[in-house]
């Protein structure tokens, strides 16, 4: 196996879990902690992307794909981060009623140019939000992994010296969480509703 699919496969796992994951702190810290409003969102973003910049500035530091093999748990908290910073963004606009795995799942895939169109559906200046099944969940994630693992490798397939590579992928991590940052205000400005039985289309196959 190639270091490219082991890296997808592995971050397939991994990743499985994040969302429902996710929900369940996130419910759980802001049942304690006062919630954010929207003046807080620049900040919450700025905040989850320096975070993730200084864990992936060690992330780099071991050249090349095989390195990257190494630091799974590096890569997870990045996109474990990442959620959690839809999530607070989502509870900014008040909207955490209506935040479910398909939601954050369509939000996040959608910056990566895959995911957010067969979970989520524009109407208008309405969002739906499709409830997937297992199966669907699995796919995109499939997807998204094979996405992620291709940006890093290309982030660091010519950057052989550690010191080079550390500073590419701190530069990954910190544009891509801002990126998601601002797919999930666009969003989150817009009516969100979960659709109906009405709304939902077949799955396929």
């Known amino acids: ?15 499985m879990n994040i969302f429902n994951l996710v929900i369940v702190e996130r419910q759980h810290y802001f049942a304690q902690k006062p919630k954010p409003n929207k003046q807080d969102i620049p900040r919450i ?3 989850y992307a320096a975070s993730n910049m200084a864990i992936s500035g060690g992330l780099g530091l071991i050249p090349g794909p095989f390195g ?16 959690a910073m839809i999530y607070d963004i989502g509870t900014a606009y008040g909207k955490d009623d ?12 959608s910056t990566l ?15 739906l939000v499709r409830r997937a099944s297992l199966r ?4 995109v994630i499939r997807v998204l992994a094979g996405q992620i693992t291709q940006r890093l490798i290309k982030a660091t397939i010519s950057k052989w010296l550690p010191i080079v590579g ?8 910190y544009h891509s969480t801002k990126a998601i940052g601002q797919q999930a205000v666009e969003i989150f400005e817009k009516d969100i509703q979960i659709a109906s039985e009405q709304d939902e289309q077949p799955e396929d196959g």
């Open 1 to 15: 196996m190639t270091p490219t699919n082991e890296l997808s496969n592995q971050l397939i796992d991994q990743m």
């Open 68 to 83: 990257l093999l190494g630091v799974i748990p590096e890569i997870i908290l990045i996109i474990r981060n990442q959620v």
């Open 136 to 139: 669907v969940i699995q796919q």
């Open 113 to 127: 140019g895959v995911g957010g169109i067969s979970l989520l559906t524009m109407h208008g200046s309405k969002i």
């Open 98 to 109: 209506v935040i479910t795995v398909e939601l954050l799942l369509g939000i996040f895939g």
């Open 45 to 47: 973003i700025g905040e």
């Open 166 to 173: 550390a500073v590419a992928v701190a530069a990954w991590s």
